[in-house]
């Protein structure tokens, strides 16, 4: 079977188009960034519950769920959550737990037990923040770097992470 020279020619401009689409798209189409595309920034926060975060033209940005150990978590979370009230420790309960937290480190022996029930105790990651803004009221040390510092890797997981990552991030009241 023979081609005939209309079929030739046929089979070689679709070759030349070919060439020429891909050729626009590998050279002359602009790339985009990682950052282009689509805004995430825009796009309304929403709760487990439901609540939209954000209002045209304002965008409040999403607490560290991750860091609750860091005493502006509780401030972060009443600001994202625009009002609504939220269960918090009272400032006794934690003066009175980040007092013995301090006293856990001992000379020759720390008291991890107490480490373990003050973090069981705990329910919800705002306490925590709580905790450590006592802690850091009362003795001007950060209380996650002071627990660090005596407490193994092993225990630090233990006894504090691990319970933590457990707790929800907040309790509405």
Not at 89 to 109: M, W
Request: proline letters at 5%; hydrophobic letters at 35%.
């Amino acid at each position: 079977m023979q081609m005939t020279k209309n079929i030739r020619w046929g089979i070689a401009g679709l070759g030349v188009a070919g060439l020429g689409i891909g050729a626009y798209f590998l050279f002359f189409k602009p790339k985009k960034d990682a950052n282009d595309g689509f805004d995430l920034s825009i796009v309304p926060r929403t709760s487990k519950k439901g609540g939209i975060k954000t209002t045209p033209g304002e965008a409040v940005e999403e607490p560290n769920w991750k860091n609750p150990y860091d005493m502006n978590y509780i401030s972060d979370v009443k600001k994202w959550l625009r009002g609504k009230g939220i269960q918090e420790l009272f400032p006794g309960a934690a003066s009175s737990y980040a007092k013995t937290l301090k006293n856990a480190k001992g000379k020759f022996n720390d008291d991890e037990a107490a480490v373990q029930r003050i973090f069981k105790r705990l329910r919800d990651k705002t306490q925590v923040a709580s905790i450590s803004k006592a802690f850091w009221q009362q003795y001007k040390t950060d209380m996650w770097q002071y627990l660090n510092s005596f407490l193994s890797k092993k225990e630090m997981e233990t006894y504090v992470h691990k319970p933590v990552r457990k707790l929800p991030n907040y309790k509405v009241s």
